[in-house]
């Protein structure tokens, strides 16, 4: 597998090292993705209420379709994967770049992230790692946005990160990218 370190996210209880796996789609994606469906698909089994029975299977439906990638669009042509510090994979993401945008086409995070499951070994930010990777890919490449079709079990959190509803007939989920001049890099790294 050929990745490339992109950046080290730290938040108050997690350190976290996003890579970009550098071929369109990665069969160790694949394995990992695969994985999860069938952890997801247990938990959902053993889940009491609703609504975690639900983001379960919307975990599993999301992982299946990431396990699948390697049979969409090839515009699909960037793989991510979020590691914690003991090199266990904890956010998968899989983007587009289109014209003026990028389309965040797959994203999924662990099983054993879900915050409705009650876990001591839980890893949060792996998410939001993504997507910030995702507006920085955007805002190097000058597109205008970053989009996405999210199932509903993740209109908080994609609303937490600030994207907002912006379809009418079809659900989709956009951020808008704001431009900044390379001399605001430079003042920042000077600090």
């Known amino acids: 597998m050929s990745i490339s370190e992109i950046q080290n996210y730290e938040n108050a209880s997690t350190e976290l090292r996003l890579v970009q796996?550098?071929?369109?789609?990665?069969?160790?994606?694949?394995?990992?993705?695969?994985?999860?469906?069938?952890?997801?698909?247990?938990?959902?089994?053993?889940?009491?209420?609703?609504r975690e029975q639900e983001q379960f299977r919307a975990c599993a439906k999301i992982s299946s379709l990431?396990?699948?990638?390697?049979n969409v669009s090839p515009n699909y042509g960037f793989s991510y994967v979020c590691y914690d510090a003991k090199g266990q994979p904890q956010g998968i993401m899989i983007l587009a770049i289109h014209s003026d945008q990028v389309e965040v086409a797959r994203i999924v995070t662990n099983p054993n992230n879900i915050r409705s499951c009650v876990n001591k070994n839980q890893v949060r930010g792996a998410g939001t790692c993504l997507l910030q990777e995702a507006e920085k890919l955007a805002m190097n490449e000058g597109k205008e946005s970053v989009y996405?079709?999210?199932?509903?079990?993740?209109n908080d959190f994609y609303e937490k990160n600030g994207f907002l509803q912006t379809g009418d007939d079809i659900r989709i989920m956009t951020k808008k990218i704001q431009k900044v001049s390379q001399e605001f890099f430079q003042s920042i790294e000077n600090c």
């Open 21 to 50: 796996v550098s071929d369109s789609f990665d069969d160790h994606v694949a394995k990992v993705a695969s994985i999860w469906v069938r952890v997801a698909l247990e938990k959902a089994l053993v889940a009491t209420e609703k």
């Open 66 to 70: 990431i396990a699948d990638s390697h």
């Open 148 to 154: 996405l079709f999210p199932l509903d079990e993740a």
